[in-house]
């Protein structure tokens, strides 16, 4: 009994010689599922198109995702020195929904952003250290935008103050004051269980900090559970009671890898065990050997920040000390604005927290603590260690959580590049770019083995599929007369592939072969 499968169309694509990791952990499994969101708690059936009629827009122009779009990374091609990822910039798992602190709507919704980025394929440390630029400074595997800790807005005072309780003024947009937010202090109410969240005046869905259920899709030891009277929206934990190391969850913009929180035990040894990767940031709250800002006042600076923010700091002191137009304001500071009462807590800004390697630990031997003992991760949240990926040694930031499972201090990336920023919008391509794939609405259908049922004569195919797809099977006995079984089978919604079942005696047709063929495909945002 042969039962065989054809298809039509097969596109064969090239692989590089040579693996490597910035060309082969993109995440193309769901490349042909289109991005989905849950709008609120009342409209909890994902859509593919949004927001409903009705449901509040506050995106500029009432922008909005008006035909569906595809998710994830949609092609890879790469040359030598680089490798050119297209992608959407939304997620396929689904989406949303986003509340306000108060509990309302945020109203700002993610929208297709058709990105053509380029990364370097050749990262190399940079001997003078680069601020991130506000807004996108990486992309996930998954091709969601990844920003830094930093959520564009900084302290302003509204006049010179002459002592630290006198301090006052407010955070504003695109400032350039030193006393920089931190953006999961003030913005994580407004983040999706997926741990991401888009402004109003673009659309573009980005994570701050780790991304759980990207994490999830990936098997990076996470677990999520439903929630109760909802269709699709999960909560997503950390499953930290056998943790692997972490797989590449993302590539910043000087070329190093992201992973999770996890990784070898010691950074030169795949022997040593898995651990969680200690970030070196503590809070300023006088542990560990640093000023306590609630009694002192935002009155001093970190030697890390000064770096960053290029505060004076001519002989390398941690802290420094501020002028007075430098102050900060209180930790117990309060304003009262159309959101309600705002308290300037500790933890708010960036530099109230110090980093741990410019700590003195033993004051007696003046000996700082040290990474690779006290903690993991330098000031750009990374390290120099051997990886499943790079058995030879890399670069490689790691996102950063405590011992709870809580994101902690910086999140996933400091306030600067560990290497030289070589990547960002590539408005052409090469002409030799070696294309790796090409997903999404170009995906062709792949047939699985035939499954023969002989105790219901029947036979189940299975296809890969695209959403929005139409398709046509056909069954022949000798390759030269076919017979359509179904002209126009739909994909099924949401998911990778299609199955069809044909009732026919496996016994009086002992051979039988079968061919399926995409014949539509819907209107999409491309």
């Known amino acids: 009994m042969k039962y065989r ?13 040579v693996a490597d990791p910035i060309l082969s952990s993109w995440y193309t499994q769901q490349s042909g599922v289109y991005a989905r969101v849950i709008q609120s708690g009342a409209l909890t059936t994902p859509v593919t198109t949004w927001p409903a009629s009705g449901v509040v827009n506050n995106n500029t122009g009432g922008a909005a995702q008006t035909l569906p779009v595809y998710a994830d990374v949609q092609r890879i091609r790469y040359t030598t ?56 400074i990486g992309m996930m595997v998954n091709g969601v935008a990844i920003y830094d800790l930093g959520d564009a807005f900084a302290f302003n005072q509204s006049a010179t103050p002459t002592v630290p309780t006198s301090v006052t003024g407010t955070d504003g947009m695109g400032s350039t004051g030193i006393w920089s937010r931190d953006a999961l202090a003030v913005e994580v109410v407004t983040f999706d269980p997926g741990f991401a969240h888009q402004p109003g005046n673009n659309g573009q869905y980005h994570y701050h900090a780790e991304p759980k259920a990207l994490r999830y899709q990936l098997g990076d030891s996470m677990k999520r559970t439903l929630n109760a009277g909802t269709t699709d929206t ?193 408005a052409t391509v090469p002409a030799n770019a070696v294309e790796m794939f090409n997903g999404g609405p170009n995906t062709q259908p792949t047939i699985q083995a035939p499954a023969i049922d002989p105790a219901t004569d029947s036979v189940t195919l ?49 051979k039988r072969f079968y061919k399926v063929t995409r014949t539509g495909l819907a209107t999409f945002d491309p």
């Open 81 to 136: 020195t680089d490798v050119y990822i297209n992608a959407n910039g939304l997620a396929s798992y689904t989406m949303g929904p986003w509340f306000t602190g108060n509990g309302g709507l945020f109203g700002f919704w993610p929208t297709d952003k058709d990105y053509q980025i380029r990364i370097t394929r050749n990262p190399a440390p940079a001997a003078t250290k680069t601020r991130h630029p506000g807004g996108m």
């Open 462 to 510: 299975t296809w890969s599929s695209v959403d929005g797809g139409t398709y046509k099977v056909e069954a022949s006995s000798n390759l030269q007369s076919w017979t359509t079984l179904n002209p126009a089978i739909p994909a099924t919604p949401g998911a990778t592939s299609t199955p069809f079942t044909e009732s026919i005696s496996t016994q009086a047709n002992p």
């Open 234 to 426: 999960y909560t997503y934990t950390e499953d930290s009671a056998s943790p692997r190391h972490s797989p590449i969850l993302g590539w910043c913009y000087d070329g190093y890898p992201i992973y999770g929180p996890y990784g070898y035990a010691s950074a030169t040894n795949a022997a040593s065990g898995i651990a969680r990767m200690r970030t070196g940031f503590v809070l300023r709250n006088g542990a560990s050997g640093t000023q306590d800002l609630r009694s002192t006042g935002r009155i001093t600076y970190p030697k890390w920040a000064a770096a960053v923010w290029n505060v004076a700091n001519p002989s390398g002191a941690n802290p420094v000390t501020l002028t007075a137009t430098q102050w900060g304001p209180a930790t117990t500071y309060q304003t009262t604005g159309p959101g309600g009462v705002t308290t300037y807590a500790l933890g708010r800004y960036a530099a109230d927290y110090d980093f741990l390697g410019d700590i003195v630990k033993t004051p007696s031997t003046g000996t700082k603590y040290q990474q690779g003992t006290d903690f993991d991760l330098d000031q750009y949240n990374g390290r120099t260690c051997v990886t499943p990926e790079f058995p030879q040694g890399t670069y490689a930031y790691f996102v950063a959580i405590d011992g709870t499972g809580n994101t902690a201090f910086p999140h996933m990336l400091g306030k600067q590049y560990y290497g030289t920023p070589n990547a960002g919008n590539a």
């Open 5 to 17: 499968h054809l298809i039509t169309g097969l596109i064969p694509f090239s692989t590089p010689a």
